[in-house]
Structure formats: C-alpha cells, structure tokens
C-alpha cells in the first residue's frame, strides 16, 4: 500500500490513532476468531433446535446449517441464498443474512460478504446476530486492507495488543496481568478478559491449564466461562481433558457441560468417544445428551453408529431420538442411511418416523423419492402421510410431481389432497401449472 512521505514520516494522531487500531484488530480477531466461530455455530444450533418457522423454510435453513458445520461454504451459500430469496419475511432472515456472509467470507468473496452484512445491519440493528456481523464486517476490512474508523472503544483496542506484546515479550509478566483482571473488583471488560483468555492458551504453556481452570472454577459471568472451558479444551493437554470429564459429570450448568462435551470431543476420539457416549446415554439434560449425539455423529465410523442405534433402540426420550435420526443423515454413509430407512419404516414414535422421512425427502435422489412413493401407499398415518407429501414436494423429479398429481386426483382424504394441490402450485414445472388449471376447468 503506498503511502504518502508525510503520513510515513510526520504521522498525524488521527493516521497514528487509525494505524494503530487497525493493527489491534488485525491481533485482536486473529486471536478470538476460532472461539468466535465455536460460539456462533453453538449459537446457530441453538438457533435452529428452537426455531418457530414453516416446516419448509426450517428445512432450508437446516441444509445451510449442516453445511457450516461440514465447512462445506458453496453449499452454505446457496441454501442461504435460497432461503433468503423463498422466505424473505421468515423470523430467521437477520441470520440467515449473517451466515450467507460468513460463507462467502470463507470463501474470499469479501465484497459479497461485506454487503450481505450492511444489509443485516441496516434492516435489522437490532438482530441477535448484530454484533456478530460487525466483528465480521472488521475481518473483512482487516484482509481488504481498509482502515478501521477509530471508536470509543480504541483504547480497549490498544490495550489488547499491548497485553498481546507483553505476552510475547514477557509471558509471566502477561500471566500476572491477566490474573489480576479476573479478581474481584477488577473493571476489565469482557472484551479483554476474552483476549486474556486467549492468549493464556497461545502462551501460558505449562501454566495455561491451572489458569483456565482456576477461571472456570470462579469466574461469575457465563459467557467467560464457557469461553474458557472450550479455550482449555484446545490446549490439547491431558490434564486438561480429566477436569473437562470431571466437570461435564458434575456440573448442574447446561452451558458449562454444553461448553465442556464440545471441548472433549476436540480431542482424540479413542479419548472422547468413551466420555461423550456416556454422556449422550446417561447426562440428566437432554440438551447435553443431543450435543453429545452432535459431536459423535461429526465422524462416521461403524462404532459410532452401532452404538447410536443401541441407544436409540432403549431410549425412550423422542428428543434424543429424532437427535440420533439426524446423525444417521449427517453421518452420511451407506450403512447410516439404511438405518435411516429403517427408522421411518418402523413402528416407532410418529415425531421420529416422520423426521427421519423428513431427511430421506431431503436426499431427494431416485432412491428416496421411490421409497417415499410406496411408503405413503402401504402408510395408514395422515401425519405421515403428509410428511411424505412434503418430502415429494421438495425434489424436481418427475415421479415425484406425478405422485402428487395423483394423490390431488384420488387419495380418499380431503385434507391430503389439499395439500396436494398446496405444493403442486409452489412448482415450477410447467406440468403442475397445467394440472391446476385442469382442475379449474
């Protein structure tokens, strides 16, 4: 970047004050971003396992999740994309707008980002997702090489980076300091006991793991402690990994054993795989219980599966179950989606046969859209009956319209048939259009 002799030479405070800011965010989102990212894709699960929308849109917004969380960016986009173009006025746009723009900033289309996140911002300032598309909006400035506006907040930012320096200069001096900004009465921010944190782990080395725990153990504000707890998971020392098993065993926290089962399953899975079973079988929340079935399912190993099914078989929690259905889809292997089969075919509880119908439809190859066709034949269950309506409702396919078509035409109930009709007319063939008007005639 040029730059002019007097700016190089005779800086003004305002060039130094924007010079040096710029660098504290640089430092400052180089170092929480990985944390950063953690808690928002936390955030968004939460998101989507409390969503209050259609059963269309959710099933968007699903796809893009699950996309984020295989890193999978393209995908992101486009179910994003899609979901921002099909349910413009949905409850769940502002993070659907956010997570469109972190994907497109994963893959370098910073432009596209940085717009998509002037648009949240402008629409929604008061979105949930706020704050977190400003963090973002500051790493894309930082990578396009744009000056940051000096705020109130620049000398927060200046201290950062000087506690980052004293780490690196001296890292028990820095020790100390970030000791003392968590004893009581100390007036730090969040923000900087967040960076502390952080830079505990960078550069504690053997005194990182009794610091963070010492955190975790007093430390009054949640938010920092969960930041702490998946901070000392990263550290991958074995003694961090006994106290995260003591306290997802101990804790009466849903955050602190939700911040702890994603922290244990960071290490090996010969390690984590015990613990987090244990846990998706047996912890008392059954939030804890899904984020262990989460974590499990990220590896598709014939273990994992045959240990989940055990579960499901003598689990009699329907939320636990339509968890592990999830993970059959999301593991994603020819064994794995079997059982997904299995599941919707059988005779178990209707909310979980229809999940699990709900992700076949997903699938929407030749296979799953044969399979949905002669489940609702042999199906005597309208709810599910009208899930799989859904679920042919959701692919392009010929067949599927064509069963559609038929089930408008002759299913015996009126209310299947309405819905029919419902989905033939959100069609973009021009096969459906035509078979409206015939029924207008």
Same mark, same amino acid.
């Given at each position: ?5 007097h ?16 660098l ?11 944390v950063?990212?953690q ?13 209050n929308?259609s059963?269309? &849109?959710?099933?968007?917004? /699903?796809?893009?999740?699950?996309f984020?969380g295989?890193?999978?960016?393209k ?15 949905d ?21 596209e ?6 648009r ?25 090489? /744009? ?6 907040d620049?000398?927060?930012? @200046?201290?950062?980076?000087?506690l *980052? ?24 921010s ?6 502390? @944190? ?6 504690g080395e ?5 610091? $963070? ?7 009054r ?17 074995e003694?961090?990994?006994e ?17 702890a ?8 899975s ?7 079973f ?6 008392? &929340? ?11 399912s ?6 994992? $599966? ?7 078989a ?19 292997t ?22 699990? @119908?709900?992700w @076949? ?10 399979y949905?066709?002669?489940?609702y ?5 309208e *709810? ?14 010929k ?22 009709v419902?989905?033939?007319g ?6 459906a ?9």
């Amino acid at each position: 970047m040029k730059m002019h002799t007097h700016t190089l030479f005779y800086p003004t405070r305002t060039a130094l004050t924007m010079t040096v800011c710029l660098l504290a965010l640089l430092l400052l989102t180089g170092a929480l971003s990985t944390v950063a990212a953690q808690k928002n894709f936390e955030k968004l699960t939460r998101f989507v396992q409390t969503q209050n929308a259609s059963e269309a &849109s959710a099933k968007v917004f /699903r796809a893009g999740r699950d996309f984020i969380g295989e890193e999978n960016w393209k995908g992101a986009v486009e179910k994003f994309q899609s979901f921002i173009e099909q349910y413009p006025k949905d409850a769940g746009i502002d993070a659907a707008l956010y997570w469109l723009a972190f994907a497109q900033f994963k893959l370098d289309r910073l432009t596209e980002a940085s717009s998509q996140l002037q648009r949240l911002l402008k629409k929604y300032p008061n979105s949930n997702w706020a704050d977190d598309a400003r963090a973002l909006q500051i790493q894309i400035g930082s990578q396009q090489g /744009r000056a940051v506006e000096p705020s109130s907040d620049d000398d927060e930012e @200046i201290k950062i980076v000087a506690l *980052e320096s004293l780490f690196r200069s001296n890292p028990e001096r820095g020790l100390a300091f970030v000791q003392n900004m968590f004893k009581p009465g100390s007036n730090a921010s969040r923000h900087m006991k967040e960076a502390g @944190i952080e830079f505990i782990r960078r550069f504690g080395e053997e005194k990182a793991v009794p610091l $963070l725990i010492d955190i975790i153990r007093n430390e009054r504000d949640a938010e920092l402690r969960k930041a702490a707890i998946e901070t000392l998971g990263r550290t991958g020392d074995e003694r961090a990994f006994e106290i995260l098993v003591e306290m997802v065993k101990t804790s009466t926290d849903d955050d602190v054993s939700n911040a702890a089962v994603f922290a244990i399953s960071r290490f090996k899975s010969e390690r984590s795989h015990p613990v987090l079973f244990e846990m998706a079988r047996s912890a008392k &929340s059954v939030e804890v219980r899904k984020n262990a079935i989460f974590y499990l399912s990220r590896e598709g190993s014939d273990d994992v $599966l045959d240990e989940l099914m055990r579960l499901y078989a003598s689990e009699p929690d329907v939320e636990v179950k339509k968890q592990i259905v999830f993970a059959l889809r999301r593991m994603n292997t020819p064994r794995s989606i079997a059982k997904l089969y299995e599941v919707a075919s059988g005779n178990g509880d209707v909310e979980v046969r229809k999940d699990a @119908i709900h992700w @076949i439809g997903q699938r929407g190859d030749a296979q799953a859209i044969e399979y949905l066709i002669k489940t609702y034949d042999a199906e005597t269950n309208e *709810e599910m009956k009208n899930q799989i309506i859904f679920g042919l409702s959701r692919t392009n396919q010929k067949s599927a319209l064509r069963k559609l078509m038929e089930i408008a035409r002759h299913d015996k109930s009126l209310e299947l048939r309405k819905q029919a009709v419902f989905w033939l007319g959100r069609s973009d063939d021009p096969e459906a259009a035509q078979f409206l008007e015939d029924i207008l005639k």
